[in-house]
C-alpha cells in the first residue's frame, strides 16, 4: 500500500510567484505542487493539495485528513506564528506532521520566530525555498524506509 500524504498551504501562498520574490521565489503553487507531486512519484507516496486563505479552511482540511492520509505536510504561513486552531487541529487528529517555510524565518522579523506549529510536528524545514517541500517529502519517505 502507498502512503498518502496531505499537502497543506496557508495563506497567500496562492500567489507565490508574484509576491515578494525575493523571499519567496519566482515558483508558482501550481509550479510547487507538480514539483511536489513529482518528488512523491519517486519514492511510491501518493500526494494530495490543499491551499487555503482561511484559518477555518485550514482546520478543516487537517481534520478531515483523519483515517485518509498518512502523514501532512504544512507550509502554515502567517498562521505559524497565530495559530493555535492549527495547532490544535494537528495535535488532535493525530497524523505525523512536517511543518516546512520556504523562508529561514528565523532570518526574518522577530514575531516570526515562534511557530505554534512546531511544538506538535515531527520536524520544521525552514530556508530552502522550493526545495523546503521537497525534502519533506523526502523525509516522509525515509521515516517509512525506517518504519519496514
Known amino acids: ?21 525575493s523571499v519567496y ?3 508558482s503553487l501550481k509550479e510547487i505542487n507538480a514539483l511536489i ?17 482561511y484559518e477555518g479552511a485550514l482546520v ?15 507550509n502554515p504561513a502567517a498562521y505559524t506564528h497565530t495559530s493555535v486552531a492549527l495547532r490544535d487541529a494537528i495535535l488532535a487528529v493525530d497524523i505525523p506532521t512536517i511543518e516546512i517555510h520556504l523562508s529561514n ?10 511557530s505554534y506549529i512546531s511544538g506538535v510536528a515531527i520536524g520544521q524545514i525552514s530556508g530552502f525555498g ?14 517509512i524506509k525506517q518504519k519496514r
Open 1 to 21: 500500500m502507498k502512503a498518502h500524504i496531505l499537502v497543506i498551504h496557508g495563506p497567500n501562498l496562492n500567489l507565490l510567484g508574484q509576491r515578494e520574490t
Open 130 to 143: 522550493v526545495q523546503s517541500y521537497l525534502l519533506a517529502v523526502k523525509a516522509v519517505a525515509e521515516i
Open 105 to 114: 524565518i528565523y532570518k526574518r522579523e522577530n514575531f516570526r520566530h515562534k
Open 60 to 74: 478543516e482540511a487537517i481534520q478531515e485528513a483523519k483515517g485518509k492520509y498518512d502523514f501532512i505536510i504544512i
Open 25 to 27: 521565489g519566482t515558483a
Open 37 to 53: 507531486k513529482t518528488e512523491a512519484e519517486k519514492y511510491g507516496l501518493e500526494v494530495s493539495t490543499f491551499q487555503s486563505n
